[in-house]
């Protein structure tokens, strides 16, 4: 559970597909500043099923804070991450675990092959590398959908983008055996002031046999940062290193 907030990120109703078989969605622009997202995320996988209420502070591509509550506003824990550092608290249960958000480490501690640059980035809505670095699968084309791939030694990412106005319906990374890894599906967004910005995300991690539902219910940008976003973990709690 730790690293999948880490991923404060995802939502919807999905099953674990083969490349060809994304579902449609709705449209979606990139949006690139600091902003406030405020609503709820339920975790089903194996030895976690936990609903709470979330908010969460991202500023560009720096740093981001995430607090999650349950009823009566009572917190439950917080996350802070940069791409340099990152540290959970579990409040409830007194513990907390600190590292460095890589993909390599990410993947070792919670089977999300994601950094914490790749979890903002599509949190957004945004592909993950530079579109003339994605190949286009022409076989795949139907439905005025556009898939890209991107090639690397041990994963292979896909991108399913609206054709007619750049948006990215759906995620998928499969390892090099073809099998599927994590699925992520933007299902509705929000259209604020000329930007817009996804609402509803499911995401399938196959290494822990579950789903992660995100729903955003509230979307503030710009907002002011007031005082830094990481936090000190009090002396008597049990931290663990994930390396």
Do not use: H
């Amino acid at each position: 559970m730790v690293v999948l907030f880490l991923g404060l990120i995802f939502a919807f109703n999905l099953y674990c597909q083969e490349a060809g078989d994304f579902q449609d969605s709705t449209r979606v622009v990139n949006w690139n500043n600091f902003f406030e997202a405020k609503g709820k995320i339920n975790i089903v996988m194996t030895g976690v099923n936990l609903s709470a209420q979330f908010v969460a502070r991202v500023v560009g591509e720096d740093s981001a804070t995430i607090s999650f509550y349950g009823p009566m506003g009572v917190i439950l824990g917080k996350v802070f991450s940069n791409n340099d550092f990152f540290i959970y608290y579990d409040v409830f249960n007194n513990w907390a675990v600190v590292g460095r958000p890589t993909r390599e480490k990410i993947f070792k501690a919670s089977g999300i092959p994601l950094s914490f640059l790749d979890f903002i980035r599509l949190f957004k809505g945004e592909l993950l590398f530079p579109r003339d670095s994605l190949i286009l699968r022409n076989e795949i084309q139907q439905e005025n959908r556009k898939l890209f791939a991107y090639f690397s030694e041990s994963f292979v990412d896909f991108f399913l983008v609206s054709s007619n106005d750049e948006i990215l319906l759906q995620y998928q990374k499969k390892n090099s055996e073809g099998k599927i890894v994590l699925n992520l599906i933007y299902k509705d967004y929000f259209e604020i002031d000329s930007a817009i910005f996804p609402k509803k995300y499911y995401l399938q991690v196959s290494e822990r046999q579950g789903y992660v539902e995100i729903e955003v219910e509230n979307l503030k940008f710009a907002f002011e940062p007031t005082k830094p976003f990481s936090f000190e973990i009090p002396k008597s709690v049990e931290v663990f290193v994930f390396d």
